[in-house]
């Protein structure tokens, strides 16, 4: 199935399993009502002709007579559809005996070719009287006396009774079975979201943690899901504690490297001027290596980290002021929208790549750099957005084999230009750690627009 809601997935299992078992449900009690209504319609119209048959005998002079009482005053009712009729066979004169309700109608009879005698000698099969009524009759031959005379006997009863008696009934059974169907639903939903609530409190619980309001899950959780979410609280832990761990160790690192740079700095002053300039710009370039390489290694070890949060437009904006201090010939503005967003990322790390980028674009603007923040997309896994941050001057720029050129590592397109080729390359790689992405385009000023994109967790108005 397609990711989506648990709750929504077992609502519609149940609510199809429910509306699949009424139906059945109703289909088969309908048929069975049907089926039982048949059967004793047929047993009445046996005791009526077993009646009619006990009543009727034939006279001194040959001919037919009786009068059968069936204890229904629908015999007594023209058009009713229910009839008696008897008929005269061999040997056998003088009229008809039928109920009233025929009158002088006549049944039609099918051949037994047609319908044939049962081993009990009866045979059943549609009809219709004069009164456009549907007619199940049923028929016999009997012989009235020991010299072989005989006569017919039919009774027929209204089928529309029966079918208006069974269409009724299922009328009733569907709306009964609807309501308790439409109640089971409720009472079914109410006992799933009752049931998954724990899961939802988990997952209300998460997200503080990605939105950086909580550092564990706090709750009581049923015995269930309990082991889960100690797992998750300790894997957090776990995680923060590797991270507090990586950054120790990078401390340590750096601050050990330190040292030994800075004396080789710092003899190189004692150095002919060429070889000076060699040592230094070698122990400077081994310097940003250095911290390049252990700022990649403390990303590593704190990347897709839960608690990973820098709200973005205090550190956009902390650092359009101090550029705006340090190149008061430029005019520098920032542009966020919204104004709220949040990274998922270090701060120092969103510092080190903007401030690279708008010392960058510092170098080369005539008059203005311009930061702008704006929601770019979603992740493919549907949890975090995408902010881009667009770091825009307007300087001479750069074709499209200098913009490929000038995210190589340690390369310089201006010489003229302090710096050590790094920066960008710096950026790249902070932007690639986050799973985001980094290009140079050409701005609308006409001069380098440096696009950064970066995972974020939320956006606030």
Do not use: C
Request: no cysteine; net charge negative; proline share 4%.
């Amino acid at each position: 199935m397609t990711r989506g809601s648990l709750t929504a997935r077992v609502l519609l299992l149940a609510t199809l399993w429910a509306v699949i078992a009424l139906v059945a449900i109703a289909i088969v009690i309908s048929q069975l009502y049907r089926n039982g209504s048949e059967r004793a319609f047929a047993d009445l119209l046996r005791a009526q002709l077993n009646s009619v048959i006990n009543t009727v005998s034939i006279d001194e002079n040959g001919q037919l007579t009786g009068r059968p009482q069936l204890g229904d005053l629908v015999f007594d009712q023209p058009g009713s559809g229910w009839i008696w009729l008897v008929e005269p066979l061999t040997d056998v004169s003088g009229p008809r005996l039928s109920s009233v309700s025929l009158g002088q109608e006549s049944l039609d009879v099918p051949s037994l070719s047609e319908v044939p005698f049962d081993p009990r000698y009866l045979r059943f099969y549609p009809a219709s009287d004069g009164f456009g009524n549907q007619l199940e009759v049923v028929e016999t031959e009997v012989e009235l006396d020991n010299q072989g005379r005989a006569a017919r006997f039919r009774v027929a009863g209204n089928r529309d009774v029966l079918d208006a008696e069974i269409a009724g009934f299922s009328r009733n059974l569907y709306l009964a079975l609807a309501l308790f169907g439409i109640g089971s639903l409720l009472v079914n939903a109410v006992a799933i979201l009752y049931g998954l609530r724990p899961l939802d409190h988990a997952r209300q619980a998460l997200g503080r943690i990605r939105a950086g309001e909580a550092d564990q899950l706090d709750g009581a959780f049923p015995r269930e899901i309990a082991p889960l979410a100690g797992e998750i609280n300790a894997l957090i832990d776990a995680n923060r504690r590797v991270v507090e761990r990586a950054r120790m160790q990078v401390g340590n690192l750096a601050h050990s490297l330190k040292t030994p740079i800075a004396v080789l700095i710092n003899e190189a002053r004692d150095m002919t001027p060429d070889h000076a300039k060699l040592v230094r710009a070698q122990a400077e370039t081994m310097q940003a290596q250095v911290q390049t390489y252990l700022d990649r290694a403390r990303i590593a070890a704190q990347r897709g980290s839960v608690l990973a949060r820098t709200d973005a437009a205090p550190v956009i904006e902390r650092l359009v002021r101090v550029m705006a201090k340090l190149n008061r010939d430029l005019e520098f503005s920032a542009d966020i929208v919204p104004h709220g967003a949040v990274l998922a990322m270090e701060s120092q790390d969103l510092e080190e790549a903007l401030g690279n980028l708008i010392e960058n674009a510092a170098k080369f603007a005539r008059n203005k750099v311009v930061v702008r923040l704006r929601p770019a997309a979603v992740q493919e896994d549907g949890q975090r957005a995408l902010f881009r941050i667009d770091v825009d001057d307007d300087g001479p720029g750069l074709d499209e084999a200098g913009m490929a050129e000038a995210v190589k590592r340690g390369r310089r397109l201006d010489e003229t230009k302090p710096g050590t080729g790094l920066g960008l390359s710096i950026v790249d790689e902070i932007a690639s750690e986050y799973q985001g992405s980094f290009a140079l385009a050409r701005a609308q000023s006409g001069g380098l627009s440096a696009r950064l994109t970066l995972p974020g967790v939320e956006t606030g108005a």
